[in-house]
C-alpha cells in the first residue's frame, strides 16, 4: 500500500486487503485504511466479502451475486431499504430475520398471517398488497415479512403500544455480549427468530415471553420473485 500511494494514482483497487488478518488487527487495519481515505481524498475500489467493511468503508457499495449486480446504494440505505432478500439478509449481523406469510384482507383491514399469529398493516403497506394483487383469494401470492433483530422489542412499555404485532414465543438461547443481547426464538415451534434486546431482559432459556414486532420498520418481499413490495 506504501508503494502504491507514493505514486500518487488516481484510483487504488484492493482486493480483501484485509482477508489474512486476526480479527482485532483487522478492525485497527479498518481504521487506518479509513483515516488514509480521507487524506489522501483518492478514489478507492474496495472489494470485500464482509459485509461490516462495506458498511464502514464505503460511501457507495455495490452488492453482487453470481456475477450480478443486485443493488447499488449508500450503506445506510442498503440497510434501511434493501431491494430484495439477499441484500437484506447480507447486510447486517444477525441477519434479518424472515418469515414467510399469506396478506389476508380481514375487517376492512390487511394482515400477514404467520404460524398462528397475524400482524396488522397500516394503509400504506395494506393498498401495495390489494394493488399487487397479494390478497387475491382465488390466486393468493406469498409474501416474506423482513424484520431486523433489533427491531423486535421485549420491553412491556413498547408491547403495551404494539397489541396489533405482540405475540408469544419461546426463548431457545440468550446470547450475552455486554451492551446487548441476542434472544434466539421459535414461534409456534417452528419460526425462528432473532431479537436483539436490552442487557437488562429477564428472559432466559425455555422462557415463554410476549415480543413484539416495530410495525414501522418492517420489510415485505414478494416469496416469488424475492423483490421488495414496501419498506
Excluded: W
Excluded at 77 to 90: I, M, S, T
Amino acid at each position: 500500500m506504501g508503494r502504491a500511494i507514493v505514486r500518487n494514482p488516481k484510483v487504488f483497487l484492493m482486493d480483501e486487503p484485509l482477508s489474512n488478518l486476526d480479527a482485532k488487527l483487522r478492525v485497527q487495519m479498518r481504521i487506518e485504511i479509513s483515516k488514509l481515505h480521507q487524506k489522501l481524498q483518492t478514489t478507492v475500489i474496495y472489494v470485500t466479502h464482509d459485509q461490516t467493511e462495506a458498511m464502514t468503508l464505503g460511501t457507495r457499495i455495490v452488492v453482487m451475486k453470481d456475477g450480478v449486480i443486485q443493488q447499488v446504494d449508500t450503506p445506510q440505505n442498503l440497510y434501511d431499504r434493501p431491494q430484495n432478500l439477499f441484500v437484506a439478509g447480507f447486510m447486517g449481523s444477525p441477519q434479518m430475520n424472515f418469515i414467510d406469510c399469506q396478506a389476508v384482507e380481514q375487517d376492512g383491514a390487511v394482515v400477514l398471517k404467520f404460524g398462528n399469529h397475524s400482524i396488522k398493516l397500516n394503509e400504506k403497506r395494506a393498498q401495495k398488497l390489494i394493488d399487487g394483487g397479494y390478497t387475491n383469494e382465488e390466486f393468493p401470492k406469498k409474501v416474506v415479512l423482513g424484520i431486523r433483530p433489533e427491531d423486535i422489542k421485549d420491553e412491556e412499555s413498547f408491547i403495551n403500544m404494539s397489541k396489533d404485532s405482540s405475540l408469544e414465543a419461546t426463548v431457545r438461547v440468550y446470547e450475552l455480549l455486554g451492551a446487548e443481547v441476542f434472544l434466539y426464538f421459535d414461534i409456534d415451534e417452528t419460526i425462528p427468530v432473532t431479537a436483539r434486546v436490552n442487557p437488562r431482559t429477564t428472559a432466559r432459556p425455555g422462557d415463554t415471553i410476549t415480543i413484539a414486532f416495530d410495525l414501522t420498520k418492517i420489510h415485505i418481499f414478494d416469496k416469488e420473485t424475492e423483490q421488495i413490495i414496501s419498506h
